[in-house]
């Protein structure tokens, strides 16, 4: 296309190139569209405006139209369709001072192309510190505000991520993948510390509840209709223990203690059960006039009550009534034993007197009844001798407990009406029934109540506020149970996929999602019953250890795929050629993406490997890329100075023809160099204009020549000898004889005005001209003129040879 153009326009430009560039303008730069200067070629501004219009018309095309175009609206159009930044820079300098229009065109294009570049240049530097940024926030260790710090680095992600390339939003969102799975594992944690100390205050809680119902019940017997309550209880503290021990590590001593205190819960239940069954058969039995001591015998034998807890006051009765000491007497026969047990009890008293005097009423009635116990394992005689002292300070403990009781009686009031007031309340169950168990918590507290109707009181009203909490609780055991037949599903499934997988041919990516499906769905199937769980959660443990088993297996086979890529790409950073190894790097990265699943943490380490050995092979390219830059800052100062000398020797009126060889050849050798592109164009441009000039320089002195053996032609001191061998020849491809006809034509070719006589002569060659075909193009006139002055010189008579017409011919000679 390049070439065409330079044919399209040798003719118009040719001739007009020297004398554009002595004039400094172009007589048609300000010409309106369509209003074109006389002369100009209107089929040539056709087929112009013919190739801009094409599709595929070139920058370099467009470049030349714009500077070259015979109008105006055509230089205009072609400097609108121009965006390559170095042929607008080349048009912008050729057009400056020349073709207004055009040079304001491609100016603001520049300024356009150089404002878009700038904010370019600033979103890639802003992308670039997404980049280190997002890389730096995955791997630092100071996560303060760490999720506050991913949110806001997501944000600015979120208005750049369109500017970014495909590598970079690769690592981008890798980054961000790293930093929001440590954002999660950060409040994973977090909420497993939280949930950890809550289920420890939890189960001290529920050890604590126990121990305390337990010691009062050694120091109080329970009531035969406190058997409800207790009862929830029990439930209540073994769903909370569940709760507070699912998926959490519990020391043996304190499972141990639970268990003890719940078994001997459970026993104080089972003994009320049985003491209300008989409680018909026992009222007669203590009302009889004489009752039978082996029926009492029976009857305490059925009841089985708990040695730990203190007995009733009609089992008392009972037991006087069966002659039965409880626990039975030590034997006589082991006096180690006794003096043991004596020892005991003084230790047991000592300590009760000193509670007494400490006023400490709980402690008083634990020390009381150990007292008692140790009492009455004693032999008949040896317990006689304690009897009153304990009587007494039985009688003493009461006393506190009456004094206390007078103190506490308003706060046991407040317990019982803020419990009537929580029966009344639409609460959530689990709150209810927490705030329930705080306020029971807050009675024991107080060391419980001798006024029995203050606490049938506030029993009667624990139990209406527990009402519709056992609805709950029974429905979150029937969703215990929904839960346990899912993970019995969830196991079902997980069997029938590993039999039915072929590991050989499997896809990976859809097993380890299966894989996280399968803990996701388990995790969610939650709460269930923890001893039912107990079987079912060894078989999920065992399937997801058959089914990781094989997922690691294929992990670790890619893990060495991806070390051998990485040890690829590190030999790849010394190699030579570096396009070589970049074009192989690339297909590493490709083989990468290809390679399946691997563990997140090995993967991540892996991809650091091969990350920095990629790096360092582009590093080697950015260090190319430099010495390169540096070569060509080195050849554009070299050039400039070349580039100088030429315009100093172009601009030098009197330039000296011998010293246009020296600056074409420093020209030609700067234009090998590696200059920069806009010098390389200016370095073509200006050479081209040197050997423009020095070729006119050879024209004019060619001229000056044929000049003067014209003049000697006609003043007779020409010789034969003094002219070009070849010009005889020449004369002979013109048969003019007419030295004024001859003169004429030359002014003809020469674009020189003819005297006013001969303007008929001048019209009638120029219409024998154009019949016969003779016009030519502006490199052929120069042979023209030659062949005129060599007829002039050889064939024609030199006495029809005037002064005068040699004049003229010599003026015709002149280049315009």
């Given at each position: 296309?390049?070439a065409f153009?330079?044919r399209?326009f040798?003719k118009?430009?040719t001739?007009?190139?020297?004398?554009d560039n002595?004039s400094?303008?172009?007589?048609?730069a300000?010409n309106p569209?369509?209003?074109?200067?006389?002369?100009v070629?209107?089929?040539?501004?056709d087929r112009?405006r013919t190739l801009?219009?094409?599709?595929?018309?070139?920058?370099?095309t467009?470049?030349?139209l714009?500077?070259e175009?015979?109008?105006?609206d055509?230089?205009l159009?072609a400097a609108?369709g121009?965006?390559?930044?170095?042929?607008?820079?080349?048009?912008?300098?050729?057009a400056?001072?020349?073709?207004?229009?055009?040079?304001?065109?491609?100016?603001?294009?520049?300024?356009e192309?150089?404002r878009?570049q700038?904010?370019?240049?600033?979103?890639?530097?802003?992308?670039?510190?997404?980049?280190?940024?997002?890389?730096?926030?995955?791997?630092?260790?100071?996560t303060?505000?760490y999720?506050?710090?991913v949110?806001?680095?997501?944000q600015?992600?979120?208005?750049?991520?369109?500017?970014?390339d495909?590598?970079?939003r690769?690592?981008?969102?890798?980054?961000?993948?790293?930093?929001r799975?440590?954002?999660?594992e950060?409040?994973?944690?977090r909420q497993?510390?939280?949930?950890?100390?809550?289920k420890?205050?939890q189960?001290?809680?529920?050890?604590t509840l126990l121990q305390?119902?337990l010691e009062?019940?050694?120091?109080?017997p329970?009531?035969?209709?406190?058997?409800?309550s207790l009862?929830?209880l029990?439930?209540?503290?073994?769903n909370?223990w569940?709760e507070?021990?699912r998926?959490?590590d519990?020391?043996?001593q304190e499972?141990?203690?639970y268990e003890?205190?719940?078994v001997?819960?459970?026993?104080?239940i089972?003994?009320?059960?049985?003491?209300?069954h008989?409680?018909?058969?026992l009222?007669q039995?203590?009302?009889?006039?004489?009752p039978?001591?082996a029926r009492?015998?029976?009857l305490?034998?059925?009841?089985?009550?708990?040695g730990?807890?203190?007995?009733p006051?009609?089992?008392?009765?009972l037991?006087?009534?069966?002659s039965?000491?409880?626990?039975?007497?030590?034997?006589?026969a082991?006096p180690e034993a006794q003096?043991?047990?004596?020892?005991?009890l003084?230790?047991?008293?000592a300590?009760?007197?000193?509670?007494?005097?400490?006023?400490?009423l709980?402690?008083?009635?634990?020390?009381l009844?150990?007292?008692q116990s140790?009492?009455r394992q004693l032999?008949?005689r040896?317990?006689t001798r304690?009897?009153?002292?304990?009587?007494?300070l039985?009688?003493q403990?009461r006393e506190?407990?009456?004094?206390?009781g007078?103190?506490?009686?308003?706060?046991?009031t407040?317990?019982?009406?803020?419990m009537?007031y929580?029966?009344?309340q639409?609460m959530?169950?689990?709150a209810?029934a927490e705030r329930?168990q705080e306020?029971q918590q807050?009675w024991r507290?107080l060391?419980?109540?001798?006024d029995?109707?203050?606490?049938?009181r506030f029993r009667?009203?624990s139990?209406?506020?527990?009402?519709?909490?056992r609805?709950?609780f029974e429905a979150?055991?029937?969703l215990k149970k929904?839960?346990?037949?899912?993970?019995?599903?969830?196991?079902d499934e997980?069997?029938?996929?590993?039999?039915?997988?072929d590991?050989s041919e499997?896809?990976?990516k859809?097993?380890?999602?299966?894989?996280?499906?399968?803990?996701?769905e388990?995790r969610e199937?939650?709460p269930v019953?923890?001893?039912?769980?107990?079987t079912i959660q060894?078989a999920f443990?065992?399937?997801?250890?058959?089914?990781?088993?094989?997922?690691d297996e294929?992990?670790?086979?890619?893990?060495d795929?991806?070390q051998?890529?990485?040890d690829?790409?590190?030999?790849?950073?010394?190699?030579?050629?570096?396009?070589?190894a970049m074009d192989?790097a690339?297909e590493?990265?490709q083989?990468w993406?290809a390679?399946?699943i691997?563990?997140h943490r090995?993967?991540r380490?892996?991809?650091?490997?091969?990350?920095?050995?990629?790096?360092?092979?582009?590093?080697?390219?950015?260090e190319?890329r430099q010495q390169?830059?540096?070569a060509?800052?080195e050849?554009?100062a070299?050039?400039?100075?070349d580039?100088?000398?030429?315009?100093?020797w172009?601009d030098t009126?009197g330039?000296?023809?011998?010293d246009?060889?020296e600056i074409?050849e420093?020209l030609?050798?700067a234009?090998e160099?590696?200059v920069?592109?806009?010098?390389?164009?200016s370095?073509?441009?200006?050479?081209?204009?040197?050997q423009?000039r020095?070729?006119?320089?050879?024209r004019?002195?060619?001229?000056?020549?044929w000049?003067?053996?014209i003049?000697?032609?006609?003043?007779g001191e020409?010789?034969?000898?003094q002219?070009?061998?070849?010009?005889?020849?020449?004369?002979?491809?013109t048969d003019?004889?007419d030295p004024?006809?001859?003169?004429?034509?030359?002014?003809?070719?020469g674009g020189?005005?003819?005297?006013?006589e001969?303007?008929?002569l001048?019209?009638a060659?120029?219409?024998r001209r154009?019949?016969q075909?003779f016009?030519?193009a502006q490199?052929?006139?120069?042979?023209?003129?030659?062949?005129l002055a060599?007829r002039?010189?050889?064939a024609?008579d030199r006495?029809s040879?005037?002064p005068?017409?040699s004049?003229?011919?010599q003026?015709?000679?002149e280049?315009?």
């Open positions: 296309m390049a153009i330079q399209l040798q118009r430009f001739s007009a190139t020297s004398q002595r400094g303008t172009r007589p048609e300000n569209p369509g209003k074109e200067p006389p002369g070629d209107q089929d040539t501004i112009q801009l219009s094409q599709p595929d018309c070139s920058q370099q467009l470049a030349e714009a500077i175009g015979l109008a105006a055509v230089r159009e609108r121009l965006t390559d930044t170095e042929y607008l820079q080349q048009v912008q300098k050729l400056r001072g020349k073709d207004k229009g055009v040079y304001q065109q491609v100016r603001q294009a520049l300024q192309l150089r878009q700038e904010k370019t240049r600033a979103t890639n530097e802003a992308v670039a510190a997404i980049v280190r940024q997002a890389e730096e926030l995955a791997a630092t260790r100071d303060n505000l999720e506050a710090r949110q806001k680095l997501e600015r992600w979120q208005s750049l991520e369109h500017a970014a495909n590598e970079t690769s690592e981008v969102l890798s980054a961000l993948h790293n930093c799975l440590r954002v999660r950060m409040e994973q944690e497993a510390r939280a949930e950890h100390q809550a420890q205050v189960r001290q809680q529920t050890l305390d119902t009062a019940f050694e120091a109080e329970p009531a035969v209709n406190a058997l409800p009862d929830a029990q439930r209540t503290q073994e909370r569940l507070a021990t998926e959490t519990v020391a043996r499972q141990k203690d003890q205190r719940m001997a819960l459970r026993g104080v089972s003994a009320l059960g049985r003491l209300s008989h409680q018909d058969e009222d039995l203590t009302k009889a006039e004489s039978e001591p009492a015998r029976q305490l034998a059925q009841l089985d009550w708990p730990a807890v203190a007995l006051e009609a089992l008392q009765v037991a006087r009534t069966a039965v000491r409880t626990p039975q007497p030590t034997s006589q082991d003096r043991q047990q004596l020892e005991q003084d230790k047991a008293v300590d009760l007197e000193e509670a007494l005097e400490a006023r400490q709980k402690e008083s009635r634990q020390l009844k150990r007292a140790l009492q032999p008949e040896e317990g304690y009897r009153a002292r304990l009587q007494r039985g009688g403990v506190l407990g009456d004094w206390q007078f103190a506490t009686t308003p706060k046991q407040a317990l019982c009406e803020q009537e929580l029966a009344e639409p959530e169950p689990e209810k329930i306020l807050e507290d060391g419980g109540s001798s029995r109707d203050l606490w049938q009667a009203a139990d209406r506020a527990f009402e519709p909490c609805a709950y979150r055991s029937d929904v839960h346990l037949q899912k993970r019995r599903s969830i196991c997980l069997e029938r996929y590993l039999e039915a997988t590991w499997v896809d990976w859809a097993a380890e999602q299966i894989e996280k499906t399968a803990r996701q388990w199937a939650w019953e923890f001893r039912d769980n107990r060894k443990d065992r399937l997801m250890n058959t089914l990781s088993g094989h997922l294929e992990r670790s086979r890619n893990e795929r991806k051998a890529i990485v690829q790409a590190r030999e790849l950073v010394d190699h030579t050629p570096l396009t070589e192989k690339k590493l990265q083989q993406q390679i399946g691997t563990r090995e993967d380490k892996l991809w650091k490997a091969f990350r920095a050995a990629c790096d360092a092979i582009f590093a080697r390219r950015e190319q390169k830059a540096q060509s800052t050849a554009d070299a050039a400039e100075s580039l100088a000398k030429a315009r100093h172009l009126a330039a000296e023809q011998a246009a060889g074409l420093a030609k050798v234009s160099t590696p920069s592109g806009n010098l390389k164009q370095l073509r441009a200006t050479r081209k204009q040197v423009e020095l070729d006119q320089l050879g004019q002195a060619q001229m000056r020549q000049q003067q053996w003049h000697q032609r006609q003043a020409l010789t034969p000898t002219l070009p061998a070849h010009w005889p020849d020449l004369s002979d491809e003019l004889h004024r006809e001859l003169v004429v034509l030359a002014e003809i070719h020189h005005a003819s005297p006013e001969d303007q008929s001048r019209m060659l120029q219409v154009l019949k075909g016009e030519q490199g052929d006139q120069a042979i023209n003129l030659e062949a060599a002039w010189c050889v024609l006495e040879l005037t005068e017409l004049d003229r011919l003026r015709a000679m280049l315009t």
